[in-house]
């Protein structure tokens, strides 16, 4: 039995080693085929990392799919059972990096545009793919600087699916229609280093830090909404001392992270955050690393499709949810473009041994099809 074609492509993405920000040519594979079907292609190259922004048609509205290509390091790959970039087949899965996160998807992109323009080539619309290599890197040269180049021209993204491994137990159980906000804080606190039989001539900045941290971590940011939970902070690094007993420290370090709902902005989060460490009189300074601000999808012409969809093409209802971490969607958003996250099951991403089960990319190839077709068939 020959392979199908969504399995035959993500094979041959699965065989590029392309770590992040490396491509390795998964992204000029997906020209060839793309050229044929009557996109037009741009390459966009910025620092370390390549980019692809490829549309067929010139009116709106624009439906696209965004991922990326590239993947995160194997670790030690004696771990692994097989080797990571050489696909193979085990029970019904598809094992190699980036399996699940997100080769297959972009393998069930391609074939679901494919078998749409053919059926459809005077289809509404344009349908276009925003694809980068700098998804699990620094995310500074990728999805985001695409974005820029876009609206900078004033070219408007509607409705776009991201292709992450949102589903948890079997495909399409979860889509994900939103996600929370991502602020980092990195704090350094000042004090006067001494010896600690002399404290009266030093200054702990533990000290002064400890109590602040503890309010920290007892606030109650907000109860979230019908969409998110509530707003959350950790302390997730704390360092300080000169490695002896003997010695107090003259600074300490930490870092903390919020993932916010829509309750809140980053300048608030700030604004109280700063007033805590204020009204400890701590000798500090901050910065701060706004990951991207949250954004929704309600209920629409775009969510209605894709459960339709899935109820459709698996014959369950999916459910919505706004949880956990952050995705290149967070850049798509803000512009006003209706997005959603809707890939396979995410239970091996980033693990030693990652796969995919071969059916749930197949699947995911006919939700991806059956969407286009409701959103832009004539």
Same mark, same amino acid.
Request: hydrophobic share 35%; aromatic share 6%.
């Given at each position: 039995?020959?392979?199908?074609?969504?399995?035959?492509?993500?094979?041959?993405?699965?065989?590029?080693?392309?770590?992040? =920000?490396?491509?390795? *040519?998964?992204?000029?594979?997906? @020209? !060839?085929?793309? &050229? +044929?079907?009557? $996109?037009?292609?741009? #390459?966009?190259?910025?620092?370390?990392?390549?980019?692809?922004?490829?549309?067929?048609?010139?009116?709106?509205?624009?439906?696209?799919?965004?991922?990326?290509?590239?993947?995160?390091?194997?670790?030690?790959?004696?771990?692994?059972?097989?080797?990571?970039?050489?696909?193979?087949?085990?029970?019904?899965?598809?094992?190699?990096?980036?399996?699940?996160?997100?080769?297959?998807?972009?393998?069930?992109?391609?074939?679901?545009?494919?078998?749409?323009?053919?059926?459809? =080539?005077?289809?509404? *619309?344009?349908?276009?793919?925003? @694809? !980068?290599?700098? &998804? +699990?890197?620094? $995310?500074?040269?990728? #999805?985001?600087?695409?974005?820029?180049?876009?609206?900078?021209?004033?070219?408007?993204?509607?409705?776009?699916?991201?292709?992450?491994?949102?589903?948890?137990?079997?495909?399409?159980?979860?889509?994900?229609?939103?996600?929370?906000?991502?602020?980092?804080?990195?704090?350094?606190?000042?004090?006067?280093?001494?010896?600690?039989?002399?404290?009266?001539?030093?200054?702990?900045?533990?000290?002064?830090?400890?109590?602040?941290?503890?309010?920290?971590?007892?606030?109650?940011?907000?109860?979230?909404?019908?969409?998110?939970?509530?707003? !959350?902070?950790?302390?997730?690094?704390?360092?300080?001392?000169?490695?002896?007993?003997?010695?107090?420290?003259?600074?300490?370090?930490?870092?903390?992270?919020?993932?916010?709902?829509?309750?809140?902005?980053?300048?608030?989060?700030?604004?109280?955050?700063?007033?805590?460490?204020?009204?400890?009189?701590?000798?500090?300074?901050?910065?701060?690393?706004?990951?991207?601000?949250?954004?929704?999808?309600?209920?629409?012409?775009?969510?209605?499709?894709?459960?339709?969809?899935?109820?459709?093409?698996?014959?369950?209802?999916?459910?919505?949810?706004?949880?956990?971490?952050?995705?290149?969607?967070?850049?798509?958003?803000?512009?006003?473009?209706?997005?959603?996250?809707?890939?396979?099951?995410?239970?091996?991403?980033?693990?030693?041994?990652?796969?995919?089960?071969?059916?749930?990319?197949?699947?995911?190839?006919?939700?991806?099809?059956?969407?286009?077709?409701?959103?832009?068939?004539?």
């Amino acid at each position: 039995m020959s392979d199908s074609l969504v399995l035959q492509l993500a094979k041959d993405l699965l065989s590029r080693k392309s770590v992040t =920000p490396e491509d390795a *040519g998964c992204q000029q594979m997906m @020209i !060839t085929r793309l &050229e +044929e079907l009557g $996109f037009t292609i741009e #390459t966009m190259v910025f620092e370390d990392t390549t980019n692809l922004w490829a549309r067929r048609g010139t009116t709106a509205p624009v439906f696209c799919f965004a991922g990326h290509t590239d993947v995160v390091p194997v670790g030690k790959i004696e771990d692994w059972d097989t080797d990571p970039f050489v696909p193979t087949i085990i029970d019904g899965y598809l094992h190699g990096r980036g399996a699940a996160d997100m080769k297959g998807s972009i393998a069930s992109f391609l074939v679901a545009v494919e078998s749409f323009v053919k059926a459809h =080539p005077d289809h509404q *619309g344009s349908v276009a793919l925003l @694809i !980068t290599s700098d &998804e +699990e890197g620094p $995310f500074i040269n990728g #999805t985001t600087r695409v974005i820029d180049t876009l609206e900078a021209r004033n070219e408007k993204i509607d409705w776009c699916i991201v292709g992450e491994p949102s589903s948890t137990n079997k495909v399409g159980d979860i889509v994900k229609n939103g996600r929370r906000g991502s602020l980092t804080g990195d704090i350094v606190v000042k004090g006067i280093q001494g010896h600690v039989a002399y404290p009266h001539l030093a200054e702990n900045p533990i000290h002064k830090l400890a109590p602040a941290l503890s309010e920290l971590s007892q606030v109650v940011w907000d109860q979230g909404n019908d969409y998110f939970p509530a707003t !959350t902070l950790q302390i997730t690094d704390i360092r300080s001392g000169a490695g002896a007993s003997n010695i107090v420290p003259g600074e300490a370090t930490c870092q903390f992270n919020l993932r916010y709902s829509t309750e809140l902005t980053a300048d608030l989060i700030k604004y109280r955050i700063e007033g805590i460490f204020e009204k400890h009189g701590l000798n500090y300074e901050i910065s701060w690393i706004h990951s991207g601000q949250p954004f929704l999808t309600e209920p629409g012409n775009l969510l209605n499709a894709i459960t339709d969809s899935i109820e459709s093409v698996c014959g369950y209802p999916s459910e919505l949810s706004t949880s956990g971490g952050t995705s290149d969607g967070r850049f798509i958003a803000p512009t006003g473009a209706q997005v959603v996250e809707l890939g396979p099951v995410n239970a091996t991403i980033h693990k030693v041994n990652e796969c995919v089960k071969i059916s749930d990319i197949e699947q995911l190839a006919d939700i991806y099809e059956q969407t286009l077709v409701k959103l832009l068939a004539k």
